[in-house]
């Protein structure tokens, strides 16, 4: 059983459009997380979220926003794409808050805007 | 603000010897660090956690150490097999606030 899953793994798109990253786990975590790679392979947190807090990563542009239907999901949505957006980015889950615990990571969704 | 860095950039050693992947960090105040891998093309998996008032971690081969006060951590990898070839990564979470970070990662290549 995959215990963080993302959905699409591989995401290729136009500049200017608006487009969703999926992200689900099953193991009964409180706290979900974004974070993007970029080409230096270098990763860097976005969001993290449970069903009390959203904390938000300053230098993520607005144009990025986290939405949770439920706490097993934690859905990513980009809107007017740009080339610097090129990544690829991971969901993780954990059962504490604030980077407490563990973190589990999903397989990844690479990002390409062209 | 937190500055994460990693060395070396990458290792190549000859199967079954004993390694040693450096981490250092910039502020002291942290909550925790943590140690993953990471294998081409695929997500991150946590290799072992460390809170900020232990001083070791150890899971089979490997063992991590933290000295908070002088800002480093070491991952001591016993008897390498070429199956532990991957990028090796650390993070540290602040004591206060909501911020995890990552360093640059050690490419480790585990000869046959």
Redesign the interface.
Known sequence: DTA?SQTPKYLVTQMGNDKSIKCEQNLGHDTM?WYKQDSK?????MF?YNNK?L?I?ETVPNRFSPKSPDKAHLNLHINSLELGDSAVY?C?SSQG????????????TRLTVL | KQEVTQIPAALSVPEGENLVLNCSFTDSAIYNLQWFRQDPGKGLTSLLLIQSSQREQTSGRLNASLDKSSGRSTLYIAASQPGDSATYLCAVSKLTGNQFYFGTGTSLTVIP
Do not use: C, H, R
């Open positions: 963080v997380y392979k270098f990763l860097k947190i993290s807090e904390i990563n991971f993780a808050t604030g980077f407490t615990d563990t973190q589990y990571f999903g397989p990844g």
